[in-house]
């Protein structure tokens, strides 16, 4: 594994869109970054502080159901839904990619993985054009971020 300052960046949605065509098994993690994750592959249920078998990460393989649609909007939804994890997690928490093993299931059906390899960081440039790319759909989508009653 390589030291997390030694990972390129990814910095389009095209990039991420040419990685997720070459590559399959690829997830997006945000958090502090693999030097931090990989100390202890586990994340932690955060309402109930249940540890879980992996990290928490998102599946960045384009579904069957997409078709023949762009494989960059399909990228910039998948990193739209999360954006908001870097205000609400704190300083230092962003968008990395890895390749790893399914190990089960979170809370919100997020899959969990272990043997992580770290590929890449997003970078925030990319998060803007996701953004940008959501906000040219012609849907108001939202975001998967749920607030208290």
């Not at 998102?58 to 990228?75: A, M, Q, T």
């Not at 230092?92 to 990619?97: S, Y």
Request: hydrophobic fraction near 35%; glycine fraction near 8%; include cysteine.
């Amino acid at each position: 594994m390589s030291a997390p300052e030694d990972l390129p960046v990814v910095s389009t949605l095209a990039e991420v869109a040419r990685l997720v065509e070459r590559r399959q098994g690829l997830y997006v993690r945000w958090s502090k970054g693999p030097g931090a994750d990989l100390e202890d592959v586990s994340s932690t249920d955060e309402l109930t502080g249940v540890p879980m078998p992996g990290l928490s990460a998102n599946p960045l393989d384009v579904e069957d159901w997409w078709e023949d649609r762009s494989v960059e909007l399909w990228v910039a939804r998948r990193l739209y839904d999360y954006a908001h994890l870097p205000h609400d997690k704190g300083p230092g928490v962003r968008p990395w990619v890895l390749r790893g093993r399914e190990t089960g299931r979170g809370p919100d059906n997020e899959p969990l993985v272990a043997d992580v390899e770290p590929l890449c960081w997003i970078a925030d440039d990319v998060i803007d054009a996701a953004r940008e790319e959501v906000a040219r759909q012609e849907r108001n989508w939202g975001t998967l971020r749920r607030r208290g009653r």
